[in-house]
């Protein structure tokens, strides 16, 4: 079992720089590929980008060269740092898990374990 629980969301204005964070508890974060994803209201949930065991990692069309993703193993921790925040960036973001993906992968429900979601909202 991994429990994921990610920080950072709040309300910044456009143009601004986010950095979100997901971290776990378990021993066994370097053997998982981590995603993150987004659902913003009345929208289905969305790939944002996500980064396998060997760090190959894969963008959204919508977020690609604002966004980048990374993990630090060593204190099981996953980031996304976005830049020149839209309005159409809020949403509330998600991180996922899962251990038998060896390529970073857009389908959420590959996706074993779940965050609870921080809220990103970006004022125009």
């Known amino acids: 079992q991994v429990e994921l629980v990610e920080s950072g969301g709040r309300l910044v204005q456009a143009g601004d720089s986010l950095r979100l964070s997901c971290t776990t508890s378990g021993d066994t974060f370097s053997s998982y590929s981590i995603g993150w994803f987004r659902q913003a209201p009345g929208k289905e949930r969305a790939f944002v980008a996500a980064?396998?065991?060997?760090?190959?990692?894969e963008y959204a069309d919508s977020i690609k060269g604002r966004a980048t993703i990374s993990r630090d193993n060593g204190r099981n921790t996953m980031y996304l740092e976005m830049n020149s925040l839209k309005p159409e960036d809020t949403a509330v973001y998600y991180c996922?898990?899962?251990?038998?993906?060896?390529?970073?992968?857009?389908?959420?429900?590959?996706?074993?374990?779940w965050g609870q979601g921080t809220q990103v909202t970006v004022s125009s």
């Open positions: 980064i396998s065991v060997s760090r190959i990692t």
């Open positions: 996922a898990a899962n251990q038998a993906l060896v390529v970073p992968d857009i389908v959420a429900a590959r996706y074993d374990y």
